[in-house]
């Protein structure tokens, strides 16, 4: 019975840490799609800040565009929070001394 009781371990921690791995990929590609994005909408922003100076855009134009960025930072703010705690969490559970950031940047680091 040890022995099951071994291998059933061992399963349930290899495949949290494999869990935990790509959600982490994954976290990691979608903070970097908010910062695109995030950076989109400032041009966004100068650019009807830009037309709304000249009269071709209205206050409320430029408050929409604003108020979306707010929106995307909060946004990435939260993803960011979420990737520090699967970093945590995969240093948990490869113990403290083993733990050292993966390489996230793209699914394709996976191969």
Known sequence: MLREDERAVYLAL????GADYFS?????E?????????NLNNELLKVVESKEKSGLAT???????K????QIELSLNALEAKKEILENQLGYLLGDKLF???ETNT?????
């Open 30 to 38: 979608m903070v970097e799609l908010q910062k695109k994005l995030l």
């Open 14 to 17: 290899t495949s949290a840490v």
């Open 67 to 70: 108020d979306k960025s707010a």
């Open 24 to 28: 982490l990929i994954k976290t990691n």
């Open 59 to 65: 206050l409320d134009d430029v408050l929409s565009v």
């Open 100 to 102: 050292k950031k993966p």
């Open 107 to 111: 699914f394709n680091s996976v191969q």
